[in-house]
Every structure is written in structure tokens, then in C-alpha cells.
């Protein structure tokens, strides 16, 4: 029972449990250990199974991808050669008809031109014959007989007419014959080909039945070539964009095409309008001239008015033209006056944005020096503060060693003699002088201390308490400077806002000149201000250098006295606070460098705005252009004025001269008759153009409508493309999403275990410590083990404590090793099982993949087995036209039964082609048979392949089965860490309680504890500063912001400005538009005036002639 539970409690001590164990629970802890080891066995067992079967697998794969790729290859060749041969087989039986065809045609002819060379040589032989016994009977027969002769060769035409019938309908018969032997032998050819096509079917069906088809064999070993396949959808996604932008194009062309149509449509409607008012007004002329001719002067009284009213109203409008010419200068000029006031705006804001960005500058400037020299003063009082520290350490070792010094004189003074006890007297005076001669010096200067630091007895406390007061009081001068500079600092920036604030609100001459006093104040200030700091850190150095000089004067004094451990300790710590103030040289380096990068970034803000003043300038610069087009505008239209004024006066001028040229209108009268006409022709001509541009326009908007339906159809196939694409880049993301999960539980599990190892390797340092502490005291106590034998009891006492605490230093030492190895065997098990479960996903979605393949595969199959289906269907419809169509020729070859024995002949002659044929189709049977063993052959090896592959989809199942119980197993582990994990607690909570027990520690931790403080106390001052300049930063983004606001308020002001500029070049433009009005109808008029001149012309010529031939008829 012993020896088990010895055994028991190594193997848990092993395995890092040191929790208590009773007797009682021996045997349920034993059944637990064996269980925790048959499962850490099987569990190595089960990964190494599960890592060989995922090798075998990868190494099947990769051996089968070629074996896959060769089937693949095979099968499509062997369907490529079996649709060439059913291709050639039906080549050659259509090439082996169309020579029977031909032989028998030929055939047939020759026969044809053998029989009629057979009648013309009867005929010849007939005709001689008759022509011989004519010419002999011919002087015999009478007159009568010749009316007989005709009349016999009448009968004979007759006849040979009739036989020429006959031989035309038996050709016809023949010809009958060859059609009903074409369509059956087409019949027969089309069977052939749905025998070879449902042949095919079956084949096909076969290979879905006995397995997989063979495009997604084709593609077993291609599965890996998705990025290809993406590849080709996006290139086959750019080529239907460009296709659509290259639509677009056609579209937009097309509209544009459609508007200039309609543009055309409307102008040619607005010109038939005008056409046919111009008509109306013309018949109406027409009309008053043929019913009132007497009444021709009212009416043209009557338009001599309209015409004046016309003039009237043209001049009211140039009127108002002048008016709004007027209007226009008025305003150009208040637009000019607005201009002046914005470039002198512009220039006081830019005087003003200057002489604040140069402002702010040297705040800034001034502002950084301030943080830097605060920055140097904390630092200095860091460093005062850690000096004070490191005197109070050293007289604490100075008393340490003090007394013992006192002990080792007590010594002495037993073992010497009393000779040496009276020469102690005048010694001790000239001791007791030295130390009052010291003491005067240290309060008048702080002088040298030229005593050894180990005999510096009475001293020191006197030394520390100087040391005291003086860091008390340079502590309170920094703290009170500090103050005051923070004052001066808050009341700077005060006055720097009022400054911005007052120049936001607007700068005035006055308040400039006070703003100027100011700054020059608060600029003798900062100097000032800067002097005093320069001052303080001079005097810093100075003392500084003075406290350096003394520590190395006592150095190199007491280097030759003083060659004990305490002092070689002390220069130890002087090298390391060494160190120290250069790391803190450095920190300052870098917060400097950090400051010049804030430089930098202001810098890098004021050349912004300046790019942003630089732009605004561009644009005044573009409305200045703007204004002076608008000149050059403003004088053409001034030129157009003239121009139309001068057009009036010609027109009252040309109005004068028609009132003495109307007369002359009658005879206009014709020519109006034939301007009529040809406006109806120019209409009917006109309407024509509107029918033929309409029908452009419909043939257009069908092929609008057109080119938007498949504009539709590519965007429908691209969203569908596209939304598979993301389909998969969203199974992507998921996948990535878990890989990141896993991999930061991972982190956070290594992030623990570092955070234990510092902890460990912390209490290795204490421990470490401690052991130096322990020896110290070993050293002390064998010094004094031959005076004190109660110090000897002591010491065992000590020894006894330390053995303990050695012991459980070596059993924590012990249980941080269990752990670690527990550490290290869990993370290799995390690698391998999150390697495991990586290759479970890889072959997861390898075999997701492989499925998304087989069923669009499946699909694209049942598509073309539907497609096959309907094109059986089709034939089996083409089958019953030509069973209909040969039922009617069976029809017809009853009745022509009777001329079939004829043709026997030839069926025998084709029966011995026919046997030649088939002998030769019996070989590429043969030839087929070979082929199918060997294509069943492949099917064969196809279904084993697909065997195995189903095999393997098993396999991938009970892989996936384990990886569940892997999953599951891991949980375990998961609640086993855990577990750990709290035990590990409870041993840092036996170590704390250990911990408490150790009084030395206390004090040492107490030490930090204030030094912590001090530090922290050091940092929140550093975060004070650092949220002062925060501050600082965030009242400058606001000042930027403001600005930025002030811009767009220019902005704003400048697009108003911009419309009510394109408000005055609308109106120019309507001006403009309502001059070409006026100029179009002055010169209508004036067409109207050339007319009348002429006819009023041609009336004086009328009325002259008439005169001359009625006083000179005779003429």
C-alpha cells in the first residue's frame, strides 16, 4: 500500500499536481492516471493513424490525378473517333448513294441511246426501202392514189404522235420510278441515322448509369484550376462590359441620330406652318384682288398702317433694348464695384492670414521651447529625485556599516593593551576636532569630505540632513517655477485666442495697432521669461557639475583608503545610474525629434492653405476674364444696335417708296398663282420627307429596343456571374474567419503562457535575490559564531528556514518545469491538431469543389439529354411525314406494279452491289466491335474508378467523423488546461502565502512600492504635459476648421457671384436671339420691298405699252 501510493504521488508530483492525497482515493486516482494514459495513448495513436491515412490519401490523389488525367483524355478521344466515324459512316453511305444514283441515271441512258439508235437504224432501213419502192411505183400510181398517199401519211403523223406520247409518259414513268427509289432509299438512309443516333442515346445512358459522364471525369483532375476559371469568367465579364460600353456608344449614337431626326421632323413641321400661313396670306390677298379691285388703294392704305405699326413696335423694342443696355451697364458697373470690394477684402484677409500664420508661427515656436525646457525640468527633478534616493541608500549603508565598525573597535579595545587605551584619549579629541572642523565646512560651502566613507561615524546624519534641506528646497524652487510657468503659459494662449477671435470678428486699423502692442509685450515677456529659464538651467548645471566633482573628488579620495565591499557595491550603482541618465537622454532625444515632427505636420498645414489661396487667386483671375468677355460682349451687342438702327432708317426709307409702287400688284397677281402651286409641291415634297424620316425613326427604335433586350440578357448573365463569384469569395471570408478564430485562441494560449513564464522568471529573480540576501547573512553569521552562541542558534534557526525555503524552491522549480513540458506538449498537440484540421478543410472544400462539379456536370447532362429528346422527338415527327409520304408513294406503286418486272434485271445487278456493300459494312462492324469491347473496356475501368471514388467519399466521412471526435477530444483537452490552470492558481496562491512569511521582501517591495510612486506621479505629469499640447493641437484644427468655414463662405459668395453672371449673359443671350429676329424679319422685308419694286416696274412697262399702242395703233 505504501510502495502504491509513493508510487502514485511521483507520478502526480510528475504530472504537476502537489495537491494532498489521501488514502481513501488511491484507487479511484490510480483508475484515473490509467485512464489519463490509455487516452493520451490512443490519442498519439489515433494522430498518427489519422496523419498516415491523410499521407496514403494525398499520395493516392496525386497517383491517380495523371491516371485521371489519361482517362480523361482517353474518353473525350474515343468520343471525338466515334462521332468522326458515325460523321464518315454517313459521308460515305451519302457519297455510295449518289454514285448508285449516278450509275443508274447513266445507266439508263445508255440503254435509252441504244434503243434509239436501234429505231433510227429501223427507221433509215424502213426509210430506204420506202423511197426505193416510191421511186419505182411512183410513175405507176395515178392521180388518184395520191390523194391516198396523203392521207395514209397523215395517219402515220397521227400515229408517230401518238408513240411520242407514250414515249414522253413512260419517261415520266421512269422518272416517277427513280423518285420513289431516291425517297426510299433516303428513307432507309435517315433510318440509319436514328438507329445511329439512338445507338449513341444508349450509349450515353450507359455511361450515366454505370457512372460518371464525361465532363466532370474530364475535369477530376482540373479541380485545382479555379483561379483559371475565375480568370475566364472575368475576362468573359470585361468583354461583355465592352460590349456594353461599345452598345452604349451605339445607343447614345442612335439617340442622337433619333433627336436630329426629330429635330428635322419639327423644323420641316414649324417651315410647312410658315409655308401654309404664308398660302393662306397669299389666297387672302388673292382673293381681295379678284372681289375687290376697285378697293386695292384702302387696302394698301391698310398694310401701309400695318406696316408703320410694325416699325412702331420695332422701335419700342429697340427701346427697350436700350433700356435693358442701360440696365446691363448699371449693373456691370455694381458688378465691378462688388469686385473692387472683394480684391480689397481679399487683400486685407490675406494681410491678415499672414501676419496670423507668422503669429502663430512663433507661438508655436515659443510654445514648443516652453514644452521642451519643461519637459529638461521634470527631467532634472527626476534626476534630483533619484539622486536623493540613492544618498538615502547611501547612508543607510553607512550606518549598516557604522556599526559595524563600532563592533569591530569593541573588539579591539578588549585584545589591545592598556598602553594603547591611554594613547585613545588624544585620538579621540583629534577625532572629535576633525568631525567639528568637517561639519563647519559642509554648513558654510558643502566642502570636501576627505574621511573615508566607512569612518564617518558622527557625520553622516549631520551630512544627510544638509542633503535633505537642500533637495527640500530646490524641489520647492522647480515646483513653484514650474507653477508660474504654466501660469504664463495658460495666460499666452488666453491672449492668443482673444488675438484670433478679434481678427476672425473683422481687423480694424485700431484694434490691429492694439493687437500689434500686445504681441510686442507678450513677446518682451517670453523673452524674459526665456532669460529666467536660461538662468535656472545654468545654475541646474552649475550645481549639477558641483555634486559631480565632490562624488568624484570622495571617490578618488577614498579609492586609497576604502577597498571594501561597500564601496565597491556603491561605484557599481554610481555606473548604473550612469546608465540610466544616458537612457534618459535618449527618451528626451527622441521626444524632441517627436516635437520636430509636430513642426513638420503645422509646416505641412500652412503650405495647404497657401495651395488653398493659390487656387482662390486662380479663380478670381477666371471670373476677371469672365468680366472682360462679358465687354467684348456687351460692345458687339453695341455694334449690332447701330447696325439695326441703320436698318430702320432704310426701311422707313424703302416703306416711302412702296407707297408709290402699289399700284403695280396686279400684276403680281399670276406670279402669286405660281408661287401657289410650287408651295404645294414643296409641301407634298416636305411630307414625303416626314413619312421616310418617321420610318427612320421606327426602324431605329426597334433596333434600340433590340439592342436594350440583349443589353438586358449580358447584364442578367453578368449579375449571375457575378453573384456566384461572390458566393464564393463570401465561403472564402468564412473560411478565413475560422482560420483566424482558431489561430487567435492560439495567440491568447501563448499570450498565457509568456505571461507565466515572466512571472516565473520573476520569481526567479526575487528568488535569486533572496539566495544573495541569504548569503550575505551567511557571510555575517560566521563571523560572529565564535562570540554569540546564542547567534548560533540563530543561525540554525536560519539555516533550518533556508533548507525549507530551498526545498520549496526546488519544488516550485519542479512545478514550473511539469508545466512547461505540460506547456510544450500541449502546444505540439494544438500544431497537429490545428494542421489536422487545416488539411480536414482542405480536403472539406477540395471536396465541396468536387460536388459543386458533379452537379453542375449533372445539369449541364440533363440539359443535353433534353436537348437530345426533343431533337428524337423531331426526328420522330420527320419519321411520320415520311411514313405518310411513302404510304402515298405505296399508293402510287400499286398502279405501277406492272413496269416493276422489267427493272428485275437490275435489282439482281444491284443485289450483287448490294452483298459487295454489306460484305464491306460487315467489316467496319467488325471493326465497330472492336472498338465498343475496347470503349467497354474503358467503361469498365470508368466504373471502377468511380467505385473508388465513392470509397473515397467514405472515407472523407469517417474522416470527417474523426475529426468531430478530434474536435470533441480537444474540448477535453480544452477543460484539461483549464483545470491546469486553476491548480496553477492555487500554487500561486501557497507561493503568495510563502511570500508573506519572508519579512525582507517587505521592506524591499515597500522601497519600490515608493519609487513606483514617484514614477507614476513622473508620468502623470508627463501625461499633463502631453494633454496640454493635445489641447494645444486640438485648438489648432479648430483655428484650420474656422478657416476652412471662412473659405466656403467665399466659395458661397463667389457662386452667387457666378450665377448672377450667367443670370446677365442669359439675358445678353435673349437680346442677342430677339436681334436675329428683328434682323431675319428686316430682311423679309426687305425681300417684300425688292418684289414690289419690281412689280410696280412691270406695271409702269404695262401701262406705257398699253399708252404707245393706243396712240400709235398702227404699230
Not at 560651502?445 to 537642500?470: D, P
Not at 472564402?732 to 474567419?737: E, G, I, N, Q, S
Not at 563571523?783 to 536560519?798: H, I, V, Y
Not at 440539359?863 to 422527338?873: G, L, P, T, Y
Amino acid at each position: 500500500m505504501a510502495s502504491q501510493f509513493m508510487n502514485l504521488r511521483k507520478e502526480l508530483d510528475e504530472l504537476g499536481y502537489k495537491q494532498t492525497l489521501k488514502i481513501e482515493c488511491l484507487p479511484l486516482v490510480s483508475k484515473l492516471l490509467s485512464d489519463l494514459k490509455t487516452t493520451t495513448e490512443n490519442l498519439q495513436k489515433y494522430m498518427t493513424i489519422s496523419k498516415n491515412a491523410l499521407d496514403e490519401i494525398n499520395n493516392l490523389e496525386l497517383c491517380a490525378e495523371p491516371y485521371k488525367c489519361d482517362n480523361a483524355k482517353l474518353i473525350k478521344e474515343c468520343n471525338d473517333l466515334h462521332l468522326a466515324f458515325i460523321h464518315f459512316k454517313e459521308q460515305h453511305e451519302k457519297v455510295q448513294r449518289d454514285l448508285r444514283m449516278q450509275n443508274a441515271i447513266l445507266e439508263d441512258r445508255v440503254a435509252e441511246c441504244e434503243t434509239e439508235k436501234e429505231n433510227l437504224r429501223q427507221q433509215i432501213k424502213k426509210l430506204k426501202a420506202d423511197f426505193k419502192s416510191n421511186l419505182k411505183n411512183f410513175n405507176r400510181i395515178p392521180k388518184s392514189s395520191l390523194g391516198k398517199s396523203t392521207k395514209e401519211f397523215m395517219i402515220e403523223s397521227t400515229m408517230s404522235c401518238a408513240d411520242e406520247r407514250i414515249s414522253t409518259l413512260q419517261k415520266e414513268m421512269r422518272k416517277l420510278k427513280e423518285n420513289q427509289i431516291e425517297m426510299a432509299k433516303n428513307n432507309e438512309f435517315l433510318k440509319s441515322q436514328l438507329d445511329n443516333r439512338n445507338q449513341e442515346i444508349q450509349r450515353l445512358s450507359t455511361l450515366l448509369e454505370g457512372g460518371r459522364p464525361q465532363k466532370p471525369l474530364a475535369k477530376d483532375c482540373c479541380y485545382k484550376n479555379i483561379d483559371n476559371k475565375i480568370g475566364a469568367l472575368q475576362d468573359e465579364i470585361r468583354a461583355l462590359k465592352a460590349e456594353k460600353s461599345v452598345l452604349d456608344a451605339q445607343l447614345k449614337e442612335a439617340l442622337a441620330k433619333q433627336h436630329e431626326a426629330m429635330r428635322r421632323a419639327l423644323h420641316l413641321a414649324e417651315r410647312n406652318k410658315r409655308l401654309e400661313k404664308e398660302m393662306k396670306d397669299i389666297d387672302q390677298i388673292a382673293l381681295q384682288v379678284e372681289a375687290e379691285c376697285n378697293n386695292t388703294v384702302r387696302n394698301n392704305s391698310e398694310k401701309v398702317h400695318r406696316l408703320q405699326d410694325k416699325l412702331n413696335e420695332s422701335m419700342m423694342k429697340t427701346e427697350s433694348l436700350e433700356r435693358d443696355v442701360a440696365k446691363l451697364k448699371q449693373e456691370k458697373m455694381s458688378l465691378q464695384a462688388d469686385l473692387d470690394a472683394l480684391k480689397l477684402e481679399k487683400r486685407h484677409l490675406q494681410t491678415a492670414l499672414e501676419s496670423e500664420t507668422e503669429d502663430k508661427k512663433r507661438l508655436t515656436d515659443r510654445i514648443n521651447n516652453l514644452t521642451i525646457i519643461e519637459h529638461d525640468l521634470n527631467m532634472e527633478i527626476d534626476r534630483l529625485v533619484r539622486l536623493t534616493g540613492e544618498q538615502k541608500l547611501k547612508i543607510a549603508e553607512l550606518e549598516v556599516s557604522k556599526k559595524h565598525t563600532r563592533g569591530v573597535e569593541t573588539e579591539d579595545r578588549a585584545d589591545r593593551s592598556p598602553n594603547r587605551t591611554k594613547k585613545s584619549g588624544p585620538s579621540k579629541k583629534s577625532t572629535k576636532k576633525s568631525t567639528l572642523k568637517e561639519v563647519s565646512k559642509t554648513e558654510a560651502g558643502h566642502s570636501k569630505v576627505t574621511k573615508c566613507c566607512c569612518e564617518a561615524g558622527g557625520c553622516v546624519k549631520r551630512m544627510i540632513e544638509l542633503l535633505n534641506k537642500e533637495m527640500e528646497y530646490r524641489q520647492e524652487q522647480a515646483s513653484q517655477q514650474m507653477e508660474s510657468l504654466k501660469q504664463e503659459k495658460e495666460y499666452y494662449m488666453k491672449e492668443y485666442h482673444k488675438i484670433a477671435d478679434e481678427l476672425r470678428s473683422g481687423p480694424d486699423i485700431e484694434t490691429y495697432n492694439r493687437i500689434q502692442r500686445q504681441y510686442d509685450e507678450l513677446l518682451k515677456k517670453i523673452e524674459e521669461r526665456n532669460q529666467t529659464i536660461v538662468d535656472l538651467q545654468k545654475e541646474i548645471k552649475l550645481l549639477t557639475g558641483n555634486k559631480y566633482g565632490s562624488s568624484r573628488r570622495d571617490e578618488f579620495e577614498n579609492g586609497d583608503t576604502c577597498q571594501k565591499t561597500c564601496c565597491k557595491r556603491k561605484q557599481r550603482e554610481l555606473e548604473l545610474h550612469r546608465d540610466e541618465v544616458k537612457q534618459l537622454q535618449r527618451e528626451n532625444d527622441s521626444l524632441k525629434n517627436r516635437i520636430q515632427e509636430l513642426n513638420q505636420s503645422t509646416i505641412f498645414d500652412q503650405e495647404r492653405m497657401k495651395k488653398a489661396f493659390q487656387d482662390m487667386e486662380e479663380h478670381i483671375r477666371k471670373l476677371e476674364d469672365e468680366r472682360r468677355d462679358l465687354v467684348v460682349n456687351q460692345l458687339t451687342s453695341r455694334t449690332n444696335l447701330t447696325h439695326l438702327e441703320e436698318e430702320c432708317n432704310t426701311l422707313r426709307d424703302k416703306l416711302r417708296a412702296t407707297q408709290n409702287e402699289l399700284n403695280s400688284q396686279k400684276a403680281s397677281y399670276d406670279q402669286l398663282k405660281n408661287l401657289h402651286e410650287q408651295a404645294n409641291f414643296a409641301l407634298s415634297e416636305s411630307r414625303n420627307q416626314l413619312a421616310g424620316t418617321e420610318r427612320e425613326l421606327q426602324a431605329i427604335q426597334s433596333k434600340i429596343s433590340n439592342s436594350h433586350r440583349e443589353t438586358a440578357g449580358q447584364e442578367r448573365e453578368v449579375t449571375r456571374l457575378q453573384n456566384d463569384i461572390e458566393v464564393m469569395k463570401k465561403h472564402l471570408t468564412k473560411l478565413d474567419k475560422e482560420k483566424d478564430d482558431l489561430l487567435n485562441v492560439l495567440d491568447e494560449k501563448t499570450e498565457k503562457i509568456d505571461s507565466l513564464e515572466e512571472q516565473l522568471r520573476e520569481k526567479k529573480n526575487v528568488i535569486s535575490t533572496l539566495e544573495s540576501e541569504m548569503k550575505d547573512l551567511k557571510r555575517k553569521l560566521s563571523k560572529f559564531s565564535e562570540e554569540n552562541d546564542g547567534c548560533q542558534l540563530e543561525l540554525k534557526g536560519a539555516k533550518q528556514e533556508l533548507n525549507a525555503l530551498q526545498k520549496d524552491y526546488d519544488s516550485v522549480v519542479r512545478t514550473r518545469d511539469a508545466a512547461l513540458q505540460e506547456n510544450r506538449r500541449l502546444q505540439d498537440d494544438l500544431a497537429s491538431v490545428a494542421a489536422d484540421c487545416k488539411d480536414a478543410r482542405r480536403e472539406l472544400e477540395i471536396s465541396k469543389r468536387q460536388i459543386e462539379d458533379v452537379k453542375r456536370q449533372l445539369q449541364h447532362y440533363v440539359a443535353e439529354v433534353k436537348r437530345f429528346e426533343d431533337q428524337i422527338s423531331q426526328k420522330e415527327l420527320e419519321r411520320a411525314e415520311i411514313l405518310d409520304q411513302f404510304k402515298s408513294l405505296s399508293a402510287e406503286a400499286v398502279s405501277l406494279e406492272t413496269t416493276n418486272h422489267t427493272l428485275e434485271n437490275e435489282a439482281a445487278q444491284s443485289k450483287v452491289q448490294l452483298s459487295v456493300a454489306l460484305d464491306h459494312a460487315s467489316d467496319l462492324e467488325r471493326k465497330l466491335e472492336n472498338k465498343d469491347a475496347i470503349i467497354r473496356s474503358y467503361e469498365k475501368q470508368i466504373a471502377d474508378l468511380s467505385s473508388q471514388v465513392a470509397t473515397l467519399e467514405i472515407q472523407l466521412k469517417q474522416r470527417n467523423a474523426q475529426y468531430e471526435k478530434m474536435e470533441d477530444e480537444l474540448r477535453q483537452m480544452k477543460d484539461l488546461c483549464v483545470q491546469l490552470d486553476r491548480e496553477k492558481d492555487e500554487l500561486r496562491r501557497e507561493f503568495q502565502n510563502r511570500e508573506d512569511r519572508t519579512g525582507m521582501t517587505q521592506r524591499n517591495i515597500e522601497m519600490l512600492s515608493r519609487e513606483n510612486d514617484d514614477l507614476k506621479r513622473s508620468v502623470a505629469k508627463d501625461r499633463n504635459n502631453v494633454e496640454g499640447l493635445e489641447k494645444l493641437l486640438n485648438d489648432a484644427r479648430q483655428e484650420v476648421i474656422e478657416q476652412k468655414l471662412i473659405n466656403q463662405d467665399l466659395q458661397s459668395e463667389l457662386t452667387r457671384m457666378k450665377t448672377r453672371l450667367e443670370e446677365v449673359q442669359e439675358r445678353l443671350n435673349i437680346t442677342s436671339e430677339q436681334l436675329d429676329l428683328y434682323q431675319e424679319k428686316a430682311l423679309e422685308y426687305s425681300q417684300q420691298n425688292k418684289q414690289l419694286r419690281r412689280e410696280i416696274a412691270n406695271e409702269r412697262f404695262f401701262r406705257s405699252r398699253e399708252e404707245d399702242n393706243k396712240r400709235y395703233p398702227s404699230l
